[in-house]
């Protein structure tokens, strides 16, 4: 047998040091940690809990490959696409058909993440495990395993905050491991938060119901709701609501709440309920219809606020005999109204659309005026279809590289196949997955933001199609990738205060132009800025935004326009003609104000990047998207966030409480500092850009030696090397989603 050694929360080999397998030990998740430098990857540290769901002993775990779990009807091809995946260095996620000792089935939902050193070595996987077997199919509503026909295993459809649980244990794992060998200050991929998380935000005490499914059953129930009853989530979910229903509970108010859902009517009454233990309590109940686009309710939301309250000359009193006053009954209704708006308000963005595929023809767009520069790429497509006379398939490209991995598909660089020397960015969804995960308003939203967009600092797309599983989006291919790959091989993963300038100005156009379409843009960070071939930047990934209204205004403000020439558009003029136009003493300034009118309570963006309004579950605005441009200058500048701890809860208490400092060690200017502190303001109200937009930034000091208008003809800080482009061989072809 591997020796082995106890350590507190787990085993571990006498390999791993006995401090590291102490930390992994503060972690109460079910996890693995096998180490890649050595021959058959085997665990060097297993958790307590994993141990618990296995049954197996350290000593038969501590030196073993994890193969030990598998039987006879794992999933072979998901096993060797798992092997494949591990080999390649990549972060995998799969669920199997595992066993336990004693020869128990299981469904294991197991994400696998590598950690890398700085060169790209591997020397470290986690595996973290969840077992699904009892979590509720989504279909049918069933429990445990079923078998086909032939004997074999059929996967339930599970509820995605299984996976998104699992996801967020690694992450925690993973900076552990990170830390453990020496990496802890390297970046990691940041991935967006978004619906998934808004309703278990959201601090009341509420419940989301599906009035299509047989009995109305409760889907969804926050944290507090729980706190509040006492029920458990597994007490709760697939059940109506009646169970806090009781003896003494008024049948004319239960009467007006089944109305009401007949209706499809929001209403809100007052009802004797009663918590897990037989405690009663007054229950001040709304219930708000969610509707979709069409009107149709999808869902109900239910919350309850707790209005009982006892008078001490009155100690003799029961609860269900407590007297109200009616100036107290009104005030307790306008809470519970105001609290399901709320949450009606977060559970309608996960109404359902119209599968946004349905229009995803394959034929070409139109190209805007600031895409012809890429004609040589539109005129190689319209060869292709014969001049827009045919749609574009899958089978018109040829794969070269998976280029970017993201929260719901991935990113391939393509080829047409006709003209191999044409490339594209292919980005490639899974229906299955964005229907399973509830994601069909994010690839709604990103695709009407793709097809609307025309802006030389933003993505362009050429045209979108499907196939029976999966959707496609052709977009224009960056050379000079991320800029936060660019950025980790920076000194000291920062740039200089003038690089900062120009990628933070041309940020800043993007925002500007999204903001006058009426779009927030949510998720701003270095991963989603791309670097072109002349080494202008473009932002893309778009599915975190929200789409507006907006109604540009100009406003008028004292003094003069600045003017001031350009490097590259005027290396060539005479001295004369680089002189400003002469203006007078006294006059006026003009500037146009374009910011979205929208106020919502979603819970999206960056981990590092998610503004206080955000985080409060107070709603938020297009300000958003300024507080996110000055995390991304601090970034740049000082190669950290300004807020960043070590867990999540510590990050997203530095951004409501902590004060912001900058570096005493890096130089910068005090009107950098001044820009960003404005920024990042807390009070949305008071910060830079809320009230006069982007002119209002573009207006502050730091910027005052920007061209604005040839800001895209400025040489930038840095140009990506060009690259000769290998020819794509059949034979090098590698499998892409089709």
Same mark, same amino acid.
């Given at each position: 047998?591997?020796?082995?050694?106890?350590?507190?929360?787990?085993?571990?080999?006498?390999?791993?040091?006995?401090?590291?397998?102490?930390?992994?030990?503060?972690?109460?998740?079910?996890?693995?940690?096998?180490?890649?430098?050595?021959?058959?990857?085997?665990?060097?540290?297993?958790?307590?809990?994993?141990?618990?769901?296995?049954?197996?002993?350290?000593?038969?775990?501590?030196?073993?490959?994890?193969?030990?779990?598998?039987?006879?009807?794992?999933?072979?091809?998901?096993?060797?696409?798992?092997?494949?995946?591990?080999?390649?260095?990549?972060?995998?996620?799969?669920?199997?058909?595992?066993?336990?000792?004693?020869?128990?089935?299981?469904?294991?939902?197991?994400?696998?993440?590598?950690?890398?050193?700085?060169?790209?070595?591997?020397?470290?996987?986690?595996?973290?495990?969840?077992?699904?077997?009892?979590?509720?199919?989504?279909?049918?509503?069933?429990?445990?395993?079923?078998?086909?026909?032939?004997?074999?295993?059929?996967?339930?459809?599970?509820?995605?905050?299984?996976?998104?649980?699992?996801?967020?244990?690694?992450?925690?794992?993973?900076?552990?491991?990170?830390?453990?060998?020496?990496?802890?200050?390297?970046?990691?991929?940041?991935?967006?938060?978004?619906?998934?998380?808004?309703?278990?935000?959201?601090?009341?005490?509420?419940?989301?119901?599906?009035?299509?499914?047989?009995?109305?059953?409760?889907?969804?129930?926050?944290?507090?709701?729980?706190?509040?009853?006492?029920?458990?989530?597994?007490?709760?979910?697939?059940?109506?609501?009646?169970?806090?229903?009781?003896?003494?509970?008024?049948?004319?108010?239960?009467?007006?709440?089944?109305?009401?859902?007949?209706?499809?009517?929001?209403?809100?009454?007052?009802?004797?309920?009663?918590?897990?233990?037989?405690?009663?309590?007054?229950?001040?109940?709304?219930?708000?219809?969610?509707?979709?686009?069409?009107?149709?309710?999808?869902?109900?939301?239910?919350?309850?606020?707790?209005?009982?309250?006892?008078?001490?000359?009155?100690?003799?009193?029961?609860?269900?005999?407590?007297?109200?006053?009616?100036?107290?009954?009104?005030?307790?209704? *306008?809470?519970?109204?105001?609290?399901?708006? +709320? $949450? %009606?308000? #977060?559970?309608? !963005? @996960?109404?359902? &659309?119209?599968?946004?595929?349905?229009?995803?023809?394959?034929?070409?767009?139109?190209?805007?005026?600031?895409?012809?520069?890429?004609?040589?790429?539109?005129?190689?497509?319209?060869?292709?279809?014969?001049?827009?006379?045919?749609?574009?398939?899958?089978?018109?490209?040829?794969?070269?590289?998976?280029?970017? *991995?993201?929260?719901?598909?991935?990113?391939? +660089? $393509? %080829?047409? #196949?006709?003209? !191999? @020397?044409?490339? &594209?960015?292919?980005?490639?969804?899974?229906?299955?997955?964005?229907?399973?995960?509830?994601?069909?308003?994010?690839?709604?939203?990103?695709?009407?933001?793709?097809?609307?967009?025309?802006?030389?600092?933003?993505?362009?797309?050429?045209?979108?199609?499907?196939?029976?599983?999966?959707?496609?989006?052709?977009?224009?291919?960056?050379?000079?990738?991320?800029?936060?790959?660019?950025?980790?091989?920076?000194?000291?993963?920062?740039?200089?205060?003038?690089?900062?300038?120009?990628?933070?100005?041309?940020?800043?156009?993007?925002?500007?132009?999204?903001?006058?379409?009426?779009?927030?843009?949510?998720?701003?960070?270095?991963?989603?800025?791309?670097?072109?071939?002349?080494?202008?930047?473009?932002?893309?990934?778009?599915?975190?935004?929200?789409?507006?209204?907006?109604?540009?205004?100009?406003?008028?403000?004292?003094?003069?326009?600045?003017?001031?020439?350009?490097?590259?558009?005027?290396?060539?003029?005479?001295?004369?003609?680089?002189?400003?136009?002469?203006?007078?003493?006294?006059?006026?300034?003009?500037?146009?104000?374009?910011?979205?009118?929208?106020?919502?309570?979603?819970?999206?963006?960056?981990?590092?990047?998610?503004?206080?309004?955000?985080?409060?579950?107070?709603?938020?605005?297009?300000?958003?998207?300024?507080?996110?441009?000055?995390?991304?200058?601090?970034?740049?500048?000082?190669?950290?966030?300004?807020?960043?701890?070590?867990?999540?809860?510590?990050?997203?208490?530095?951004?409501?409480?902590?004060?912001?400092?900058?570096?005493?060690?890096?130089?910068?200017?005090?009107?950098?500092?001044?820009?960003?502190?404005?920024?990042?303001?807390?009070?949305?109200?008071?910060?830079?850009?809320?009230?006069?937009?982007?002119?209002?930034?573009?207006?502050?000091?730091?910027?005052?030696?920007?061209?604005?208008?040839?800001?895209?003809?400025?040489?930038?800080?840095?140009?990506?090397?060009?690259?000769?482009?290998?020819?794509?061989?059949?034979?090098?072809?590698?499998?892409?989603?089709?």
């Amino acid at each position: 047998m591997a020796s082995h050694r106890i350590s507190e929360g787990g085993a571990h080999a006498p390999s791993l040091d006995p401090i590291v397998a102490r930390a992994f030990g503060a972690f109460d998740h079910t996890f693995t940690v096998c180490d890649a430098t050595k021959p058959d990857c085997p665990i060097v540290y297993a958790s307590d809990g994993f141990l618990r769901m296995t049954g197996y002993a350290a000593a038969e775990v501590i030196g073993y490959n994890c193969r030990f779990l598998q039987g006879e009807k794992t999933n072979k091809n998901d096993v060797r696409e798992l092997r494949e995946a591990i080999k390649k260095g990549d972060r995998w996620s799969v669920r199997l058909l595992n066993y336990k000792k004693d020869g128990t089935p299981f469904w294991n939902y197991l994400v696998v993440a590598p950690v890398k050193l700085a060169d790209g070595t591997v020397v470290k996987y986690i595996g973290v495990q969840t077992d699904v077997t009892e979590v509720k199919d989504a279909d049918t509503g069933e429990r445990g395993i079923e078998f086909d026909e032939k004997g074999q295993p059929v996967p339930s459809r599970y509820d995605a905050r299984a996976a998104a649980a699992t996801l967020g244990r690694v992450s925690e794992v993973e900076q552990a491991v990170r830390t453990a060998e020496g990496l802890g200050n390297q970046a990691q991929r940041r991935t967006g938060m978004d619906l998934a998380s808004t309703l278990e935000r959201i601090e009341q005490s509420f419940v989301i119901t599906d009035p299509s499914l047989p009995d109305h059953p409760i889907v969804f129930a926050s944290d507090g709701f729980m706190e509040f009853t006492g029920y458990s989530v597994d007490e709760i979910l697939g059940r109506n609501c009646r169970f806090l229903q009781g003896p003494k509970t008024d049948r004319a108010a239960v009467a007006k709440i089944r109305e009401a859902i007949e209706n499809g009517e929001e209403c809100t009454v007052r009802l004797l309920n009663y918590t897990k233990t037989g405690e009663e309590f007054w229950n001040m109940f709304t219930l708000a219809p969610v509707r979709d686009e069409q009107g149709i309710v999808r869902f109900f939301a239910g919350v309850q606020v707790d209005i009982t309250a006892h008078d001490p000359q009155t100690e003799h009193e029961t609860v269900a005999e407590i007297t109200f006053k009616e100036e107290d009954n009104d005030a307790n209704v *306008q809470v519970s109204k105001s609290a399901a708006q +709320l $949450v %009606a308000g #977060a559970a309608a !963005k @996960d109404k359902e &659309f119209e599968p946004p595929w349905k229009h995803m023809s394959g034929h070409m767009l139109q190209p805007k005026p600031h895409q012809l520069e890429n004609r040589r790429h539109w005129e190689a497509l319209w060869r292709v279809t014969n001049y827009n006379d045919r749609p574009l398939t899958i089978d018109d490209f040829v794969p070269i590289r998976r280029i970017g *991995q993201g929260d719901v598909g991935t990113v391939h +660089l $393509v %080829a047409l #196949a006709k003209e !191999k @020397d044409v490339r &594209f960015a292919l980005k490639i969804l899974t229906k299955q997955e964005i229907i399973d995960r509830n994601k069909l308003h994010r690839l709604q939203t990103e695709s009407t933001i793709l097809n609307q967009i025309d802006h030389p600092f933003v993505a362009t797309l050429f045209a979108s199609f499907q196939t029976s599983t999966h959707v496609y989006f052709l977009m224009e291919y960056c050379e000079g990738g991320e800029l936060y790959d660019f950025l980790q091989k920076a000194p000291g993963k920062r740039l200089s205060e003038e690089a900062t300038k120009f990628y933070a100005a041309e940020v800043l156009v993007s925002l500007q132009y999204l903001h006058l379409l009426g779009f927030v843009y949510r998720d701003l960070k270095p991963e989603n800025v791309l670097l072109r071939r002349n080494g202008h930047i473009m932002i893309t990934d778009f599915d975190l935004s929200f789409c507006a209204s907006c109604q540009p205004h100009i406003k008028v403000r004292p003094g003069n326009p600045t003017w001031y020439p350009g490097q590259r558009a005027t290396a060539h003029a005479k001295k004369k003609k680089l002189k400003p136009p002469r203006l007078p003493k006294s006059g006026s300034n003009p500037t146009i104000v374009a910011e979205p009118f929208t106020f919502t309570n979603s819970f999206v963006g960056t981990e590092e990047y998610l503004s206080p309004e955000v985080l409060n579950g107070t709603g938020h605005s297009g300000a958003v998207d300024w507080w996110e441009l000055g995390i991304f200058m601090y970034e740049m500048a000082y190669g950290t966030t300004p807020f960043k701890a070590a867990t999540r809860d510590e990050t997203f208490s530095n951004i409501t409480n902590a004060k912001l400092t900058f570096p005493d060690n890096i130089p910068m200017s005090e009107d950098f500092k001044d820009c960003v502190r404005k920024l990042l303001q807390r009070d949305s109200t008071s910060r830079l850009g809320t009230l006069g937009g982007a002119e209002e930034i573009k207006s502050h000091p730091f910027f005052s030696c920007v061209n604005w208008g040839l800001l895209r003809w400025e040489e930038p800080p840095y140009v990506p090397k060009p690259r000769r482009a290998a020819p794509v061989r059949d034979e090098e072809i590698f499998e892409m989603e089709i």
